[in-house]
């Protein structure tokens, strides 16, 4: 049993990733998702039966008038993130609740050989169903976990600015009920970052397993830069324009080898700060060389950043990165800052993850970075070609699911020894699992 309460192949960031996950997993075994209501038709309409290929929760009665909340609270769409999860961990209860009366003689009769909690991805949100299933002697996988990731020093006012007020209470989600419980009842949990990874603590690394977050549908980034770098050097940057995304360091990163001619900024994003940025260039006396042209729609990403050669995305903080396995999956060079997801993605070999520091700190590594890249950029192709290397032996949905596999194998006894696959993922890796498709469970996951 897959649960995905966040799962739709129409949306993007975690239902995207609920569902890519999903159903890359279900290519390779027998498996049943279960997920909440608002899903249903994008299920349906992708292609799936109800009932035979998936259960839709009915949670909207709880999950609804929090969500309205939360947005109330949270001064707004894509803000208060951390309101967001807490007001997300008290409507899972209940949809874990109804899952629970759902599928519970099922359960207990053996029907399904494990659970996997895919989303919510959030560690702060627990489940009380880990216990519940062990006590029926089901295996109880979570993950991958991702989040709390703390905001750097110096940038208070970026956290306000996104009303970040109860992350200075972050702490407090460990009292919720199921915390303790979900991590000591759980067979094993899949740790999609190294923070997580540190926060989750020593006593329970036995039955962690380190796989990233983010992947790519090879199908939506089909496209390789397979040309000279652009004169002068196109710096691509993706994202809402809101200030801990960094776009404004980046500016200033790039201003001299704007105003050289060396390179132009092509920011694609819309928010809050787009008239800050458009004044901030004005002020650098770099307008000529910026491009703001507002959002792109996600089928068309690949075809605008093609135009480019360098990804740089300074944002300090990011659970994931899903937007850099994509820049890296066409070819980009990457630049980002060593923290959180994306430092994990990039390697020495694919790219540069910048260290962490004060903002003037980040704005002189960036620069440094980006003046390295315009001496020479015979590099970029070389550099490029390997970051999309990266993506595809590591980063796709399926060689998620690959290793996803392996992760069942243990907990059901079928390997002998918990799956290491680094942390993070390094650039040589001989391990056949990732570059095959894995054999399916000799214990079948049976669907309802």
Not at 90 to 107: I, M, V
Request: aromatic residues 8%; charged residues 25%; glycine residues 8%.
């Amino acid at each position: 049993m897959l649960i995905a309460e966040a799962a739709n192949p129409q949306w993007v960031s975690v239902p995207l990733e609920g569902w890519s996950h999903s159903v890359a997993i279900r290519r390779i075994t027998e498996a049943h998702i279960v997920t909440q209501i608002r899903n249903r038709d994008a299920f349906v309409q992708a292609g799936l039966i109800e009932d035979d290929d998936f259960t839709a929760i009915d949670s909207q009665a709880v999950a609804k008038p929090l969500g309205n909340l939360a947005y109330k609270l949270n001064g707004g769409k894509g803000k208060g993130w951390t309101t967001v999860m807490a007001f997300n961990a008290l409507s899972y209860y209940y949809f874990e609740r109804k899952l629970w009366r759902h599928f519970a003689k099922d359960l207990q009769a053996g029907k399904y050989d494990v659970v996997h909690r895919i989303t919510p991805l959030s560690p702060t949100v627990p489940s009380l169903l880990a216990k519940k299933l062990a006590k029926i002697g089901v295996p109880f996988v979570a993950g991958p976990l991702n989040g709390g990731l703390p905001w750097p020093k110096g940038f208070d006012g970026a956290r306000r600015k996104e009303n970040e007020w109860l992350s200075y209470v972050r702490n407090a989600y460990k009292m919720l009920p199921g915390y303790k419980s979900m991590r000591r009842h759980a067979t094993a949990l899949i740790i999609g970052s190294r923070a997580t990874y540190e926060q989750m603590g020593s006593k329970f690394h036995d039955r962690s397993i380190y796989i990233p977050e983010n992947a790519i549908d090879p199908a939506r980034f089909n496209v390789s830069i397979d040309r000279e770098p652009n004169e002068p050097l196109r710096l691509a940057f993706v994202g809402r324009l809101v200030p801990y995304k960094g776009a404004d360091m980046l500016l200033h990163a790039a201003a001299p080898l704007i105003r050289q001619g060396k390179v132009v900024v092509d920011l694609i994003g819309d928010g809050p700060m787009k008239q800050e940025l458009i004044a901030l260039a004005k002020k650098l006396k770099i307008s000529d060389g910026v491009i703001m042209d507002g959002w792109v729609e996600h089928t068309k990403l690949q075809d605008r950043l093609l135009l480019s050669d360098v990804f740089a995305f300074p944002s300090i903080r990011e659970f994931g990165g899903a937007v850099v396995l994509e820049a890296m999956a066409i070819g980009l060079v990457p630049v980002v800052l060593d923290y959180g997801g994306p430092g994990e993605l990039v390697s020495p070999q694919t790219g540069y993850a910048i260290a962490m520091g004060q903002r003037e700190e980040i704005i002189s590594r960036v620069s440094k970075a980006l003046q390295e890249l315009t001496d020479d950029p015979t590099q970029l192709r070389e550099m490029g070609n390997k970051a999309r290397q990266r993506v595809l032996r590591h980063f796709t949905w399926d060689a998620k699911a690959a290793m996803v596999m392996e992760v069942y194998k243990w907990v059901l006894g079928q390997r002998e020894t918990k799956p290491d696959f680094g942390m993070p993922l390094p650039d040589v890796f001989d391990d056949p699992i990732i570059s095959r498709k894995s054999e399916p469970l000799t214990v079948a996951i049976t669907r309802v």
